[in-house]
């Protein structure tokens, strides 16, 4: 962490040629003849720190979220508290050295004038002959003077005091190093925890929170977020204890050293305060408009990076781009409106700041003058009002980052307080091998009470069978295998497995006997061989290539420079859809599991591998159960038992032949997807014995 710079004070200027020493020396005489030139103070300009103004955000509740942030702490007691007292000696020794310095600008200010004056006459008969002339300012202000007549200046003493004011900054800076280093330390622990409490949040959340909620947004408050609350952690924190701290210590000083002009300094604070609170809040509301803006814009470069494909392909370039340029603009709008009347809070704050120093420069230079007090004292007190800006403005920063961090903790906090899955009931287990026997008994099940989706579905999948479930898009297919895998709850009803309630295992258990091949092809970052295992992490070699050679992905990984060790790129793009697809299927039959889920697994492969891919998929589905969720219905003509799903219901079931035989639900989906001679091959295949399907 910066340590605040230290402001260096103006020397004195010289005393004038015209003999002051003479006039002093004729006082002794009771005879003065020329008076002594004031001394000018020339006020340097006061320093104030540049902010970066961060975009802040608004937090609706913000005192409660700033609690449960600090809350974040409570486990770094011991370390906050080291913090806070590293903190405090460094801002001591900071504000007490000036003092010192002052007394040092005495010492010099004393020995010019001492050197000035003749030897042999005392310090109180210069003073006495002065006020015997009627000058009484000249004697009150020797009178505040460690002066020796006829003795420069005491070098040796000047040497200690300067020593001594080294020293305390030096210390002041290691002790501000430390606390950095410390709060660094405890921030960086307290972020690690949240980083930890967020990613197991994640993995609690039903499906349905994802499914309502913008990707974008979830991973803003798990990353950008927390890294927000970091920033403010370590920055506005530290930096707000140090400017409180300093604020109070210049203050106390200040009293110290002259209580008229700490007056005339704290009169700039209430005129700050309003300034910066008129500014900040009209700040606040352009900042909240700027992170409004800055969403809708990173979600239209998702959407035009995550679909260019597809942009390109419908010719849409010029639509996406001029709703990037006019969301663009809007976020320029915003961030310009808010970094302009942000940045405004800092000049108004410097004005009334110099204001208040001019006031203090006449003023020591008047009570310098009269000798109401001393010329060290009075350098001192001009930098502790250059001083005491700084921390103000700081303080003014910072907390506008704080906010801003408060505001992320307050999204980090609704996203940690957000509605987990049902508790786990685990009360029995699997054997190792299951037959996967699986029955829906009387489920009913919808996304919202008021759209209601599966209602009252029995049906009964026999082990080692495949079932393919087909229908209209909104049909309810892919809900139906998400209840097998408990990404949602059931409202009513059971589905069980080998006579088994699923609820009743625990959904690590009841995942792990299940393979899953989703429609969208989802490769990670590394070889072709990573992936494959990562089905079944500790699967050898021989298991890995077997799978591989099951599901055709040997044939084309031969082919390859690298083969198995072909590093899948971030895009996936160094392999085609059809050959993600194949490495997908093999991921999961490495699994060995006992019920297979194939949700449109070989929508992205072409014919031939389809083929081979059918063949495959048929072998390793003896002696377990496979659920095939379709819209190609040739590829589902072999299976066991075929579920036609309309609005959530089954409302027809049987082998292909037999539900053609009806000429219903799934007769009308087959003939839209083949005729003529297709239809005609497929009615020859029918059975001469009556169909046994099944109307629900």
Known sequence: MSTNEKLSHEAPREVSDEAPAEALAAAADEAPEEDFHEKEFTPGEADGGMFGALPAK????????????????????????????????????????????????????????????????????????????????????????????????????????????????????????????????????????????????????????????????????????????????????????????????????????????????????????????????????????????????????????????????????????????????????????????????????????????????????????????????????????????????????????????VASAERVFEFLDADEQDAETATEHLPAKTDGHVEFRHVTFSYSADKPLIEDLSFTAEPGHTVAIVGPTGAGKTTLVNLVMRFYELNSGSITLDGVDITRLSRAELRSKVGMVLQDAWLFSGTIYENIRYGKLDATEEQIMAAAKATFVDRFVRALPEGYNTVIDEEGNNVSAGEKQLITIARAFVANPSLLILDEATSSVDTRTEALVQKAMAALRTERTSFVIAHRLSTIRDADTILVMEAGRIVEQGRHAELLVLQGAYYRLYMSQFAGEDAETAFSENPADEPTAVHS
Request: aromatic content about 8%.
């Open 58 to 405: 608004k937090a609706q509740h913000f005192w409660p979220s700033a609690k449960r942030l600090m809350g974040l702490l409570k486990p770094e007691r011991a370390g906050i508290a080291a913090v806070l007292a590293l903190v405090t000696v460094a801002v001591v020794l900071n504000v007490v050295a000036p003092r010192i310095l002052g007394q040092a600008m005495d010492v010099i200010f004393g020995g010019v004038i001492g050197k000035q004056l003749p030897a042999g006459a005392t310090k109180d008969q210069f003073i006495a002959g002065l006020r015997s002339q009627g000058n009484d300012n000249f004697a009150d202000m020797l009178a505040r003077m460690d002066v020796v007549p006829g003795a420069g200046i005491d070098f040796q003493k000047l040497a200690f005091l300067i020593s001594v004011v080294l020293v305390m900054y030096f210390v002041a800076n290691i002790f501000l190093w430390l606390q950095g280093y410390v709060l660094n330390v405890l921030v960086m622990r307290v972020v690690r925890r949240l980083r930890d409490d967020t990613e197991k949040k994640l993995n609690k959340l039903p499906l349905n929170y994802f499914d309502t909620r913008q990707r974008g947004d979830i991973l803003s408050r798990v990353t950008n977020d927390v890294d927000n609350i970091q920033q403010a952690l370590q920055q506005a924190f530290a930096q707000l204890v140090n400017s409180a701290l300093t604020v109070l210590g210049i203050v106390i000083m200040m009293f110290i050293v002259s209580w008229q002009l700490a007056l005339i300094a704290l009169i700039a604070l209430p005129l700050s305060g309003v300034a910066a609170g008129i500014i900040g809040a009209r700040s606040q509301k352009l900042f909240a408009a700027q992170w409004k803006n800055t969403g809708e814009l990173n979600g239209q470069i998702e959407e035009s990076f995550s679909g260019h494909d597809l942009v390109r392909v419908f010719g849409r370039d010029a639509d996406m781009l001029a709703r990037f340029d006019e969301r663009n603009e809007e976020l320029y709008k915003a961030s310009f409106g808010a970094q302009f009347v942000s940045g405004m809070i800092m000049p108004v704050m410097q004005f009334v700041s110099y204001l208040s120093y001019v006031g203090i420069a006449v003023v020591g230079g008047l009570r310098v003058a009269s000798g109401g007090m001393s010329l060290g004292d009075a350098t001192a007190f001009i930098q502790y009002s250059r001083e005491f800006t700084q921390p103000l403005g700081q303080m003014a920063g910072m907390a506008n980052m704080l906010q801003s961090g």
